[in-house]
């Protein structure tokens, strides 16, 4: 959308902040992202002609929520705190960010199912930092108008909505949404998962990525137990965030073969 991004060696991404009305009108409109993101497209393209057909193909992108809270910040915090300051401080200028990131991300996903995604998922890594009411405006709500404006372009492409640390909010969150899935973070277990949640909806998750680090017979006993918890009802075993870059591959290799060996 126009905001400056640049890298940290160690420490990731940073933008150009929005703190004032006067930073927010420097953004492009959400309908100018295209050409910037073409490159991403491209490479939905390839891949889709080069996994194989029996293969899914899950696009991504991050919820309004969470994007927003690097774009106030322009750089990952703690606890959200400048996102959660200009909310309060400023909710008609917050609302304006929450809404055109909506709108871009729509047009975004909706061009990486053109592209060949057959599965889209929506990651709200911050939505758990949200309570109360702020959790409805700016977590629920803007989901629920992403996955309708998905669904009216591409209705039968399943969408999965991850709101990160939402714990007893995960309970209908399908339902108050429209998606086909929600994702589970290791914070709640999958015992009460499958009786809370599965109930409405297919699940994915919930490994946790430290398991990627350590491996060992841990790892392969709460595969099963993860598997064997969440039998009963539609499931995506997946892990409860991303995996972490001191993950060891042949740990990975071994959450597979536990799971591809039941």
């Known amino acids: 959308m126009g905001a400056d991004l640049w890298f940290v060696t ?7 902040t929005i703190e004032t009305q006067a930073d927010f009108d420097k953004l492009n409109a959400a309908s100018a992202i295209h050409e910037t993101l073409n490159p991403i497209y491209e490479t939905v393209r390839i891949l889709r002609q080069e996994l194989p057909k029996e293969t899914t193909l899950i696009g991504f992108a991050g919820a309004p929520w969470t994007v927003a809270t690097y774009m106030v910040a322009g750089r990952g915090t703690p606890d959200q705190g400048p996102a959660h300051k ?3 401080e400023n909710p008609e200028l917050f609302g304006a960010i929450i809404d055109r990131l909506s709108e871009g991300t729509v047009d975004y996903l909706s061009k990486q199912i053109e592209a060949g995604a057959e599965v889209v998922k929506l990651f ?3 939505a758990g930092s949200l309570k109360g009411a702020d959790f409805d405006r700016y977590a629920l709500e803007p989901t629920k108008k992403i996955i309708a404006e998905l669904k009216a372009r591409h ?6 909505a991850f709101p990160r640390g939402a714990g007893e909010r995960y309970v209908g969150f399908a339902k108050a949404t429209g998606a086909d899935c929600v994702a589970l973070d290791d914070g709640v277990t999958p015992e009460w998962a499958a009786e809370h949640v599965q109930v409405d909806s297919c699940v994915q998750g919930n490994l946790k990525s430290s398991h990627m680090v350590t491996g ?11 598997v064997d918890a969440f039998n009963k009802g539609p499931h ?8 972490t870059p001191d993950a060891d591959p042949e740990n990975v290799q071994l959450m597979i073969d536990t799971l591809r060996g039941r």
């Not at 997946?238 to 995996?243: E, Q, R, S, V």
């Open 236 to 243: 995506i075993f997946n892990l409860g965030h991303g995996i």
């Open 216 to 226: 060992g017979q841990a790892l392969v006993d709460e595969t099963r137990k993860i």
């Open 124 to 126: 709200d890594s911050w």
């Open 86 to 88: 200009l909310k309060d």
């Open 10 to 16: 160690g420490e990731g991404p940073r933008l150009s």
């Open 155 to 160: 209705p039968d492409v399943p969408i999965i």
